[in-house]
Structure formats: structure tokens, C-alpha cells
């Protein structure tokens, strides 16, 4: 069902979950200016002096900014991200100040740099590499052949365990 709502609110290549939706509307409601603690903590039905708005709240530099400006009536232009770190692992863009995924299933780290692009291609590659391989075995006849004989003997050796239970009693 989220799968359907997803592709209907045009969200791709991302998991959504149950527990994800939670998290973000924690994250969400953390960062309104008006919303305090003890109001989040209500809300998403936690008890009070609980910790547990740490682990599902994640709010990154930019997010602070705005609300510490926000409470003193003052804005920044709202402008979209010209340049964002690509996890290597989840391809979800995060902010140019993130050091770990800001994504809650991902969470990993961010590495900047050549080594962010030279890892996503080492593991776009290995990913084309892993189903160009798969069909190569796939097409191999001799695999075929050898998946053939493999199950004779399998065959063969269930056949033998059941006359050997037949005819001893086991």
C-alpha cells in the first residue's frame, strides 16, 4: 500500500516505510520554530524527559539556521541546493554540510570528494557487473549441463535414502 501511495505521490528510488514516515514527521515537527520539546514529545506520544526524540529526530545545520533566524523574525531567500553529496550507497542527495546520510534508512557516511565518485562508480559497476555476469552464467551451456547432472545426483541420492528407509525400518 505505501509502495502505491509512493509512485502516486511520485516518489522514487526511495524505501518507504511505516517507521521512515514517523521519522520524518518527528524531524519535521523539531524544526518548526513554535514546536517545543514537551509539544513533540505529545504529539508523536512519547512520555515527557523521554530520550527518545534523539534517535528519531535528525536535524542538520541548515535546518538549525532557519528556525534560529525564524525566531527572530528574520529569513533567508529560500533557494534549492546547487551542490549536494550523493551517498555512495543509497544515491539519496544531502546537504553540502552532512558528514552521514541524511536519509533514515541509510545513515551512512558521506565521504567528499574523489573518493565519493570514484566508490559510486566502483559500485555502479559492480552492480552492471553482477547482472552482466548472472546472465553470462545463465547463457553458458555447459552451466546448464552441470545444473542437469547436479540434479540427476541429487535425484539419485534421495531415491537411494528412500530404499535405504524401506527396507531397513528408519
Not at 8 to 23: H, M
Not at 77 to 106: D, G, M, Q, V
Request: charged share 30%.
Amino acid at each position: 500500500m505505501l509502495k502505491k501511495l509512493a509512485a502516486k505521490c511520485n516518489i522514487e528510488n526511495k524505501r518507504i516505510t511505516l517507521y521512515s514516515l514517523r521519522k520524518g514527521r518527528a524531524t519535521e515537527l523539531a524544526s518548526a520554530p513554535r514546536v517545543t520539546r514537551s509539544i513533540l514529545h505529545t504529539v508523536m506520544g512519547w512520555e515527557e524527559g523521554s530520550t527518545i526524540s534523539r534517535s528519531y529526530v535528525k536535524i542538520n545545520d541548515e535546518t538549525v539556521r532557519e528556525v534560529i533566524l525564524a525566531s527572530n523574525g528574520l529569513e533567508l531567500p529560500k533557494h534549492e541546493i546547487e551542490s549536494f553529496i550523493e551517498c555512495a550507497y543509497c544515491e539519496a542527495k544531502n546537504s553540502p554540510s552532512a558528514l552521514y546520510c541524511e536519509r533514515a534508512e541509510c545513515g551512512k557516511p558521506l565521504l567528499l570528494g574523489n573518493a565519493q565518485k570514484e566508490l559510486q562508480n566502483l559500485l555502479k559497476q559492480l552492480r552492471g557487473g553482477r547482472k552482466a555476469l548472472m546472465q553470462q552464467i545463465l547463457d553458458d551451456p555447459e552451466f546448464e549441463k552441470e545444473m542437469l547432472r547436479r540434479m540427476e545426483e541429487r535425484k539419485a541420492e534421495q531415491q537411494l535414502a528412500k530404499n535405504i528407509v524401506e527396507t531397513t525400518g528408519f
